[in-house]
């Protein structure tokens, strides 16, 4: 039986009004309180993992588990009990997983991020009433003893109704260089940019910059109301050119965007690219530095949608990552349209900026514990309430998943952890803080008998981490128990960035994996569990290709619990 946890936190003023494109739907959010089998609301029950001095101008909106009533606990693990990282809800690293495996190949293992495969499925986590964050955390007993799947769900409000959002004004940035002639590129593109000119509304405008060697405003910012011919045709004279000047690219579209920044409006940046980028800057920080000021002084943050069999990922995900933004990834009409109709307005609307979580761990009951993913989006333990320090952006309607492989000790009854969000006010930036904790007694009950979100996320999860391993994961299993990985901040470490083929992930395998033929067979129980889920269909069907091209080895990958050599791979 899954029990839920949820704090739900309310940011000081209302956010503005994000896009929500006429003629797209956008799903509304369970506002119903959560509450534990008894029926008791389980709501103010933690206070901070960490105790601290407040940042200035915090406020009691800062200090979550101050309300009357509310249970008070001591609790201020070592550090190496801490895990911090900035929020992310960037999917691309899935999308381009998908277009590799069906092409017949695997995903280089540098680009396979497993929280952006684990934040590719819907979750039902409950919403908040109002603006800011809901925090749920549950689990389950993997299949390598000793060893749990903990689950930490953040979520937002809906979008506001489309009849009460504020104008956008959206700035397309566009590569038309060489590379993107190959079918699905930037033909794609031409497709999405006409599909959402005809679904803008009279009030919003649009502007369109193209690069090549070169950048070119071909419309500045523009109303939409009888425009709507003029944009078409300056859509329809997009032609592939020469080589990719990225930097050249952004830059003039940061400019165009500052120039045609219209007040009382959504203003954001939209990067639509193959991200191969061979002339001028080419690294995503020298790229940034060029448009760092539009970036603080007006809070332009970046969305980048990638295409092409042969992709940028990491230039891509760095550009969005930096430039307080989030990537998604695209190979189809359908997928397009989704993210156009969908995601993209989910993604320019903020509900908090900076947003980071820390996860405190009880040493007391808990002896290993990993975060799987956010490699780099580790964030220093003493960095959680510096709002200097950038963490994620987040939009409404977004869940957010991060989740822990966590050993219990022996006999451990009680507190597990303590998970706490903190984000700005996209307005105010004003801080605000929500937590939760989960007892032990939450992690009771089976992975497979769990419900259908954390089943879901525990496929995306092992699958991810079997990619990052190559074929190696399907071999003799190793043990995960003797691996500093598995405790305190190491667990969070990044890896260093690469562009290249890399090597399998020096991680060992996650406990309890099973093998991908198994995976497979879980992904389609979850497509037929209720309504049948396309999302869980293909994800079936990438994990067939990936057993295929693995060799369709019958090893798993579970984690033992002995305290032995680990074994290399």
Known sequence: MRTWKVRRGLLAAVVAGGVLLTGCSSGGGNTERASDSSGKDRRGTAPLPAPGPASPGTGDAATPGEQQGDEKRDFAPPPDYLSTF????????????????????????????????????????????????????????????????????????????????????????????????????????????????????????????????SAETVLPMTRMGENRERVHRAIGRMEPTQSTNLEAGIRTGYDTAVRGLREGATNRVV??????????????DGILERISDARREHGITLFGVGVGSDYGDALMERLADKGDGHTTYVSDSAEARKVFCDQLPANIELRARDAKAQVAFDPQNVKQFRLIGYDNRAVADDDFRDDSVDGGEVGPGHTVTALYAVRMRDGASGHVATANVRWLDPESRAPHEESNEIESGDLDGGLWDAGHGLRTAAVAAYFADTLRHGASAQTEPGDPAVR??????????????????????????????????????????????????????????????????????????????????????
Do not use: C
Not at 488 to 500: F, I, Q, R, Y
Not at 522 to 542: F, P
């Open 86 to 213: 900035a929020l992310d809800v960037d999917t691309a690293s899935y999308g381009f997983a998908r277009r590799t495996l069906a092409d017949g190949s695997l995903p280089d293992p540098a680009t396979v991020r497993p929280e952006e495969f684990v934040n590719s499925f819907r979750q039902d986590y409950p919403r908040p009433d109002g603006d800011g964050f809901s925090v749920s955390v549950d689990g389950a007993r993997t299949d390598a003893d000793g060893w749990s799947m903990m689950r930490v769900g953040l979520a937002t409000h809906a979008a506001a109704p489309k009849s009460e959002r504020p104008p956008a004004a959206l700035t397309f940035v566009i590569d038309v260089s060489g590379s993107m002639s190959e079918p699905g590129r930037l033909d794609l593109v031409k497709e999405s940019l006409g599909v959402m000119t005809d679904q803008l509304r009279a009030d919003d405008s649009l502007a369109l910059v193209t690069f090549s060697d």
């Open 484 to 569: 500093p990985d598995y405790t305190g901040a190491t667990a969070t470490a990044p890896e260093p960035m690469s562009t290249s083929t890399s090597e399998p992930s020096t991680l060992p395998p996650l406990p309890g994996a099973p093998p991908l033929a198994e995976l497979a067979r879980r992904a389609e129980e979850l497509a037929s569990d209720g309504d049948d889920d396309t999302a869980l269909r293909d994800l079936a069907t990438a994990v067939h290709q990936a057993d295929r091209l693995t060799g369709g080895g019958d090893g798993g990958a579970a984690g033992g619990s002995g305290e032995g050599e680990i074994k290399p791979g």
């Open 271 to 284: 990067l639509l690219s193959d991200a191969l980028a061979n002339t001028g800057e080419t690294s995503a």
